[in-house]
């Protein structure tokens, strides 16, 4: 069973930073790809950012690609969500969710596709 736990999440002014960390109780965390995902208050989850197994390859939503960025740890069983530049409608809950180990490395975009998910962590941008 693959536990995550976020943290790094809080109130930030506008064009600020903030760095989302997530990490991972798995064995195979290595042979993950991981996600983050992102939820406002009455929107759908949407797709923010994956990483590849050995982070070789990344793949950002086109509305952020310039502000935001995924890395991972292997070693330390974490992956990263940098963000800046931050804008009011970057508010939400932010989700890491982890694909099943093994299964592919293929950089899905779609939640149903991740199979183990964090209990999120807030993010605020004030105006």
């Known amino acids: 069973q693959v536990q995550l736990a976020e943290s790094g999440g809080g109130l930030v002014q506008a064009g600020g930073s903030l760095r989302l960390s997530c990490a991972s109780s798995?064995?195979?965390?290595?042979?993950?790809?991981m996600g983050w995902f992102r939820q406002a208050p009455g929107s759908e989850r949407a797709f923010v950012a994956a990483i590849s197994w050995s982070g070789g390859r990344i793949d950002i939503a086109d509305s952020l690609k310039g502000r935001f960025t995924i890395s991972r740890d292997n070693a330390k069983n974490t992956v990263y969500l940098q963000m800046s530049s931050l804008k009011p409608e970057d508010t939400a809950v932010y989700s890491c969710?982890?694909?099943?180990?093994?299964?592919?490395?293929?950089?899905?975009?779609?939640?149903?596709?991740?199979?183990?998910w964090g209990q999120g962590t807030q993010v605020t941008v004030s105006s």
């Open positions: 798995g064995r195979t965390f290595s042979r993950s790809v």
């Open positions: 969710a982890a694909r099943e180990p093994y299964f592919s490395d293929y950089l899905s975009t779609r939640p149903l596709d991740y199979d183990y």
